[in-house]
């Protein structure tokens, strides 16, 4: 619960601007810090913070609050995601200096194979390079052996204890205003006064939905509910039937937006996302051919470890306030992927602000809420990308002219890979959706794509194309 | 356990000095020399190791690789797209940070070498 105190979030909305201090509230040595939540928004913040504080010589304090130990298996140690660490991502932590240790690296995807009802196609990187990690937010699935790999969330934890961060073992129960400063309550009773609270919680706490009957202005982020579940398969299987692709299903199913099944050691995951993912879609999906031939002998085994978790559809509005920001899911994140890439990016955009200018609610307006803003943009572009995905989804043309025009490409090395290029943007997350969407109007994506709609559609059994399932059967 | 980016054997060049480039590289696992061509003679820059980059100058404007990099020993390594990369910048500044300062070491240590090189001519 957070609770409103005489003057609540004050600062929080547009409205309560005139009310606004003009003065910026800048830390200062010794000034401390409360972060709520050590998933990878919150320790991705605690780390930058304290680096870039570093590199200005200011003392600070940072207390990271998490209850979980992500060295547990099942749920009790695990954030639930699909756990696909973006080729962007992996590639901008590089760039600062953070390799992701081969123990923490459950995989290494090289590829995408996109199954639909008219066949598969694999998209292979471009660069015939694992870039891609697959790895676990915990420990591993529910009753697991152990195993000799470790959580990401725990590696990233990790980083920020070593860089100074205080590891606070504790469930925040309250966050309130105390005079010009901030007061964190825990489950057990304890308070602490801060300088800046940022609240890293996710979307699965009842901590970020409080706000909403708090702050009049405040608008939390809106949800909906998803599905993962995870296969015993064991390594060998996994290297034979699945390989170091990641399996993407595009079928006619309403509601579904995305479905992936990612191999990892000797488990896969399956995450389901899209408009209240529930037991009617979940039966549709299992019950499809094109997921079936993925499993050994075209059986699907049962599941050792399911969750259905909320995802961010909604950035919360606004995002901050004085002395308070929101990063990763609890502020905003990218619709429906790279959830830990825009965790990165809100966390660093955050602790930018903090270091360099101050903690009141127009440092974080001026400094912050651009970046909130900009994905939100692209988020509504994503939208559209989607409707349009939907509508290929239904009508069988349109994927048997997809299927042909990412395997003429494939097969042709030489060749631009433009349906390749934008599938792999838009399955893997590593551009933006406005990126995506502007190549899919270049006049040579356009002009391939309907000659391969035509190709793809006339009666020739001799084309040279992966076999169509439904032909077969025919 | 996993691994990311791509292997290349014990002296297998990474790139070729005077080739055209549009990436940098970050090791991941080993080490890696970087090496001037000078007259058919080989002169050996420094040894790079886990999280050193290389192949920066690609992404900055020069075109042209200005050494030849090989691994020594099996090493590994991730490819940093120039794409992604000035994208990754143009949103947040500070994403240079690390590469200017290690940057500005190695202008700092050329500097010495060269002056040392006077020093001893
Ligand atoms: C089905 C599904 C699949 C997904 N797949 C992917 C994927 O493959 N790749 C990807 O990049 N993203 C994926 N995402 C999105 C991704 O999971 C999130 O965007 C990401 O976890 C956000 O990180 P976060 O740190 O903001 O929040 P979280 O990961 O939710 O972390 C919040 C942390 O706060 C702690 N906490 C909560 N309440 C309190 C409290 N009161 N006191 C103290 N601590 C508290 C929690 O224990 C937790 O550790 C997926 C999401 C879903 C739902």
């Not at chain 1, 591993?140 to 606070?168: C, W």
Request: net charge neutral; hydrophobic share 40%; charged share 25%.
């Amino acid at each position: 619960m957070i609770t409103r105190t005489t003057d609540g979030f004050g600062q929080l909305g547009e409205r309560s601007q005139a009310l606004r201090s003009k003065s910026s509230m800048p830390l200062r040595d010794g000034s401390r810090i409360a972060v709520i939540g050590a998933g990878p928004a919150g320790s991705m913040f605690s780390y930058f913070l304290l680096n870039m504080a570093e590199s200005v010589a200011l003392d600070l304090q940072v207390d990271l609050y998490e209850p979980r130990h992500f060295c547990h298996r099942g749920p009790a140690g695990c954030n639930h995601c699909g756990g696909v660490v973006s080729e962007s991502l992996v590639q901008r932590l590089a760039t600062e200096g953070i390799a992701l240790p081969d123990d923490v690296v459950q995989r290494g995807l090289e590829s995408y194979t996109l199954h639909m009802d008219v066949g598969d196609v694999e998209i292979a990187t471009p660069l015939h390079e694992s870039r891609i990690a697959a790895i676990y937010r915990g420990n591993g699935p529910r009753n697991s052996e152990p195993m000799d790999t470790h959580s990401f969330d725990g590696y990233l934890q990790q980083l920020a204890s070593e860089k100074g961060a205080r590891i606070v073992r504790q469930l925040v129960s309250d966050v309130r205003k105390h005079d010009d400063a901030m007061q964190v309550e825990c489950a057990d009773g304890s308070v602490d006064d801060y300088d800046l609270v940022v609240l890293a919680s996710g979307v699965n706490s009842r901590l970020a939905k409080s706000l909403e009957d708090l702050a009049e202005e405040h608008v939390s982020p809106a949800l909906t509910k998803t599905f993962i579940c995870e296969f015993r398969l064991g390594k060998e299987v996994i290297r034979e039937t699945l390989g170091p692709s990641m399996h993407v299903f595009l079928l006619d199913i309403p509601r579904l937006e995305f479905a992936a099944l990612i191999p990892k050691g000797d488990y896969a995951t399956l995450c389901l996302l899209g408009d209240d993912i529930d037991e009617e879609l979940m039966d549709r999906f299992f019950g499809s051919p094109e997921v079936a031939r993925c499993f050994p002998g075209g059986v699907i085994p049962r599941h050792i470890c399911h969750c259905y978790p909320r995802i961010n559809i909604r950035t919360a509005r606004p995002p901050f306030g004085d002395r308070l920001v929101m990063v990763g899911d609890s502020g905003t994140t990218r619709l429906f992927k790279d959830g830990i890439g825009a965790a990165y990016r809100t966390a660093k955009a955050a602790a930018r602000t903090v270091a360099f200018h101050g903690v009141s609610a127009d440092d974080f307006r001026e400094h912050y809420w651009p970046l909130c803003k900009k994905i939100d943009a692209d988020n509504r572009v994503g939208k559209f990308v989607f409707w349009v995905g939907s509508l290929v989804q239904r009508a069988r043309f349109a994927r048997r002219g997809v299927l042909s025009m990412v395997a003429r490409e494939q097969q042709q090395s030489a060749a631009p890979r433009r349906m390749s290029g934008v599938l792999w943007d838009l399955f893997s997350g590593s551009a933006p959706y406005t990126d995506v969407f502007l190549r899919t109007l270049h006049p040579a994506y356009v002009g391939s794509l309907v000659r391969n709609l035509v190709a793809a559609n006339l009666p020739d059994k001799n084309r040279d194309l992966p076999r169509d399932p439904g032909e077969e059967r025919a | 356990m996993a691994t990311l980016g791509k292997e290349y054997k014990d002296r297998e060049v990474i790139v070729r000095q005077g080739e055209a480039g549009n990436c940098m590289y970050v090791v991941q696992e080993g080490e890696v020399e970087a090496i001037a061509e000078v007259d058919g003679r080989e002169m050996r820059l420094r040894k790079l190791g886990p999280n050193d980059f290389f192949g920066e100058m690609a992404l900055f404007g020069a075109e042209n690789r200005s050494a030849t990099v090989r691994a020594l020993g099996t090493a590994r390594v991730l490819t940093i797209d120039k794409k992604s990369f000035l994208g990754g910048v143009q949103e947040d500044p500070s994403l240079a940070f690390r590469m200017v300062k290690v940057m500005s070491q190695r202008i700092r240590d050329l500097t010495d070498r060269l002056a040392e090189h006077h020093l001893k001519g």
